[in-house]
């Protein structure tokens, strides 16, 4: 199957999942979207309100400041793969539980390995826990790491910078800080030096990743 023919397959799966209790609740399924050759593969954390209705991520104020900075870097939309580590809407946007994250891997898993990105961006501590266990968002936001064969990087979610103004500029630095990272990615894959034959763990050891030279 053809990476297109693999995420359409997950996306029709996930419309009708019932591996957890998350679907009781659900209007729409909301599976990702965007090129299944995409070079960026940003991952947030569950669908609000607005992604619930429209089966869409990323389409409330927190979209909307996440195309802002996209936009800051040349990028649009269609540019990017955008997903989250649950694909249903926790009750009043409340944070997905372990189970919850934990019935909704697989999915996430096999996305990942159809996309083949060269740069993973987590938003949030959800989605960065996948890659970085216990490690603090406060302290590696920013930061590109070579972990489990991918170029990943750690950023706060869009909807931090909403609630929290001193966040908003931060966000916007980690952002620039993309291209850059993007073109390491693509020098060390040219080099043969990126790619794992293994998804990413979902309870990745505590060793520290590989820090990159550039930051």
């Known amino acids: 199957m053809s990476p297109e023919e693999i995420l359409r397959e997950i996306a029709a799966e996930v419309s009708v999942c019932t591996k957890c209790d998350l ?19 940003f991952i ?10 429209q089966g869409r991520p990323f389409v409330g104020p927190a979209g909307q400041f996440l195309d802002e900075l996209l936009q800051s ?10 997903t989250n580590v649950v694909k249903c809407r926790p009750p009043n946007n409340r944070d997905p539980l372990p189970e919850e994250i934990s ?7 096999r996305q990942i390995a159809a996309i083949k990105p060269l740069l993973i961006v987590t938003l949030g501590r959800y989605s960065m826990a996948k890659f970085f266990g216990s490690a603090k968002i406060s302290a590696i936001h920013g930061k590109a790491q070579k972990k489990d064969g991918y170029i990943c990087m750690a950023m706060y979610h869009p909807a931090a910078g909403l609630h929290q103004a ?3 500029e931060t966000i916007r630095q980690d952002f620039k800080k993309i291209p850059v990272v993007l073109a390491e990615a693509e020098r060390l894959a040219a080099e043969g030096k990126l790619g794992s034959a293994s998804s990413p763990a979902a309870n990745p050891p505590e060793e520290p990743p590989q820090q990159l030279s550039l930051f």
Do not use: M, Q, W
Request: with cysteine; net charge positive; proline share 8%.
């Open 44 to 53: 947030g954390e569950g669908p609000g309100y607005h992604e619930d209705k």
């Open 73 to 82: 870097i040349n990028l649009k939309r269609s540019d990017v793969f955008i």
């Open 103 to 109: 019935a909704c891997n697989d999915y996430l898993d």
């Open 166 to 168: 001193s966040l908003k």
């Open 23 to 41: 679907c009781k609740g659900r209007t729409k399924a909301v599976p990702g979207e965007g090129p299944p050759n995409a070079r960026i593969l």
